[in-house]
């Protein structure tokens, strides 16, 4: 499958997980307190060209929050954004996002953000991004950690938010978007790897299961 944007001939769906595995890094030492997962390349490919058909992507100003190395966004970037704002609070992760984006021509068209975000608190402004992409914390850990990024980026007003959350929650994820002004959609259930990366760890990998939902203004309220 290929697809096409206003910038031009995109890569094929398969060629970008492929340039997203060799180019952009997983999250060196994760942050278990911080729930950092690296985003898998063939859920960022989902994220990202799902954005696309549902016509949010192209041409947009795109924000990607809890942005680890940034896989989410420079998916978003080759599929056709214009372009991306990452956001994290983990400092040592920019350098390795603006490198993957630089290697792949992209540099001038992204800029990381070091910085918390919480409930209706962080550095981007109401109608600064057309479009929110991201990979939360779970909230497994850190219990209401994804509930937090939801309501941040509800509060920047998008067009459309698409983000990857824990399966199993979508009736308190519609019930969260219905407060916040959204309506929500369940695009699939997807496969997440979680290769050990923490003491916690037993396996070898873990597969937990992931909603990409995508929320969008409820014209009707």
Known sequence: MSVTSSHGKAPGLGRLKVLLEREVPPI??????????????????VVASRALLEGVLDGSMVADLGAGTCRLAIAALLLGASRAIAVDAD???APICLEAA??????????????RVSSFAGPLRPGSVDLIIMNPPFGVWRRGADKEFIEYAASLRPKAIIAVVKSGNIEYHRRLASRLGYKISLLGTYGFPIPASMPHHRSRIVRVEVDVVELREDSAR
């Open 28 to 45: 060196p030492n994760p942050s278990r307190n911080l729930e950092q997962y690296t985003t898998p390349a063939e859920i960022a490919v």
């Open 91 to 93: 400092g040592r992760l």
């Open 102 to 115: 630089a290697r792949l021509g992209l540099e001038e068209r992204i800029s990381y953000v070091v910085s």
